[in-house]
């Protein structure tokens, strides 16, 4: 059910099933928010918890908190998402993964620094390394390994 801005959204829906009990409420834009319980309130939920969904117009969940024993999970489904902050921004966690189906890219206006307190591994079919202005400085505190079909110094 869709609704314009001058209009009130529909009340919220109730629907049980079992031991899971489905809320359900329509919102402005033809965009519908669910609430999932896995249980009666206050009982221990079975295997889960509770899952909050806004489903877009179109069908498409685009947020999802899943609520469980082992905390709050939180997925984005959104065609595009920005996060713009004017102070600094700070991601921690115990481990992170990027995955860019069609690319990749990281720009700053300034410097970049890249630490790791282990290893740093990097594999491509192909890597370049650039400096624009200015030199490449390598430093290893131990041996330096160059290993290739032919090693070509000045071409």
Avoid: W
């Avoid at 295997?47 to 489903?55: A, I, Q, R, T």
């Avoid at 921690?92 to 300034?110: W, Y």
């Avoid at 591994?121 to 400085?137: C, L, S």
């Amino acid at each position: 059910m869709s609704a314009t801005l001058n209009e009130q959204p529909a009340a919220d829906v109730s629907v049980v099933t079992g031991q899971e009990i489905t809320k359900g409420l329509e919102l402005f834009g033809g965009q519908r928010l669910t609430i999932v319980r896995a249980g009666p309130r206050g009982a221990e939920a079975p295997g889960g918890g509770d899952v909050l969904h806004l489903v877009g117009p179109d069908g498409n969940t685009t947020l999802k908190v899943h609520i469980g024993p082992e905390g709050t999970k939180i997925e984005l489904g959104a065609a595009s998402l920005a996060v713009r902050v004017e102070g600094d921004l700070a991601i921690d966690a115990g481990r992170i993964s990027l995955h860019g189906r069609e690319g990749f890219s990281i720009s700053t206006g300034g410097d970049l620094t890249v630490r790791a307190d282990a290893n740093i591994f990097a594999k491509a079919i192909e890597q370049k390394f650039v400096a624009t202005r200015g030199d490449v400085t390598l430093y290893a505190n131990d041996d330096v390994k160059i290993d290739g079909e032919r090693i070509r110094m000045n071409c």
